[in-house]
């Protein structure tokens, strides 16, 4: 009697596995998150740190307004100057906004800074994809820090600097920000802590 319960518990727990790796197979696979992959990581025309033709560490401030001017995507991409914490310094960025055709987890204005080198230093675009998504998209963060304010993951090949803001919810279900750029930022080595932090 143990033996056939010992077999029943053993097959029912096989078919658990199997079931499990299933679903992460199939969601890893659909549409929703191969349009994320295509619309967000880098490509052959567009090598890391890039999007939408706009590479971070390369592209003049001129060249990627026309870019961005240009794409099927954008309704108008314009130079705003912003102040700075120093009174006397102000930050040109290149804003653009989205002219309803581009992906729904893309609601938010896009920014690119610029540095002193007359190139774009980093690209800045609030999304509405969560952190969770974001795991099953691209895999686990190579490096992570937990910040005062925000949680950040770092995907070094792909030059992908993510930030989620800390909260008393699950940090899975945080939408996120992603940065392009071609410095690594401070980070420590990822581990479970990333998620399992929380601020409260």
């Not at 890391?48 to 390369?58: K, L």
């Amino acid at each position: 009697m143990l033996r056939i319960y010992l077999k029943s518990c053993g097959i029912i727990f096989l078919l658990i596995l199997i079931f499990t790796g299933m679903i992460r197979l199939l969601s890893y696979n659909t549409p929703y998150f191969e349009l994320m992959r295509r619309t967000l990581l880098p490509n052959e025309s567009c090598p890391a740190p890039c999007i939408m033709g706009v590479r971070a560490g390369e592209t003049k401030p001129v060249d990627a307004l026309v870019n961005l001017q240009s794409h099927i995507w954008v309704a108008d991409a314009y130079f705003e100057t912003q102040p700075t914490s120093n009174e006397y310094v102000a930050e040109t960025r290149l804003n653009w906004e989205w002219n309803f055709s581009q992906p729904a987890f893309l609601p938010w204005q896009g920014y690119a800074h610029f540095n002193s080198q007359d190139t774009v230093d980093f690209i800045e675009l609030p999304t509405a994809i969560t952190f969770g998504e974001i795991i099953v998209a691209f895999g686990y963060p190579e490096r992570a820090r937990i910040g005062n304010v925000y949680h950040y993951a770092w995907y070094p090949d792909y030059g992908l600097y993510i930030r989620t803001r800390k909260g008393c919810d699950n940090i899975l279900a945080a939408y996120v920000t992603i940065f392009y750029m071609d410095w690594e930022p401070p980070t420590d080595d990822y581990s479970n802590e990333f998620v399992r932090e929380q601020s409260c």
